[in-house]
């Protein structure tokens, strides 16, 4: 699989070039995480080390996956929500984290359906864009996690182990490297690449809008 971050983030920003008005970059980039912090947080507490389960299969990307994210997201916009209010980014800046949810006029404590489903798409958008750059990067396929456990879609010389690496204790197994490793490497630096172009590219349009906005 390629890095938790911020490959898997800078392999699903670019979207946001093509559909910017449909997605939410920081839901985006939660739910491109959620998979590996999901069997991070079940395996570290359940196994004592990490390995791929629930969080990379169908049962878990619709409830512990999407939920968690949502609960990602919706903290981290109301922090930076809080933050920005001690600086004065440029209005693209603003707009990264998304719209922290803000008090219900009429008390019952609800949000605007229309950026509830936005993250919760985005959220979405970014958990299976990590489940589908895994499948093809690794040897192994939980995505039919608990029914069928590891079935085989690709050449048999796909999954033909070249050698193993010793594991750390924190992964608990050794580490097969394949031809999959190669296609993991490809990901992990495209990814890297696209993720610190978008930051440029904001980076950017933000000091252009600074300069062609009217002095106060």
Partial sequence: MPMTFPAHQGLVLPVMRR???SLDALALSVGAAMPD???T???LSINGYFKQWYGHAW???FTLDLWGGLVITWFLALVARYLL???DPSPRWRSFPGRAPKADP???GGRNPTQRRLRSFSVLVGILSHVGFDLISHDTNLLFYPWVENPRWFPAWWYRTWFKVRPLPMFGKSYSVGVFSIIWGML???GTFFFIRFCRQKIASSNSSSETSPAC
Avoid: E
Wanted: net charge neutral.
């Fill in 85 to 87: 209010r001690f600086t």
């Fill in 106 to 108: 009429s008390g019952a």
């Fill in 41 to 43: 947080i079940l395996g």
């Fill in 37 to 39: 912090i999901t069997d």
């Fill in 188 to 190: 992990t630096v495209l």
């Fill in 19 to 21: 559909w910017s008005n």
């Fill in 59 to 61: 049962v878990g990307i």
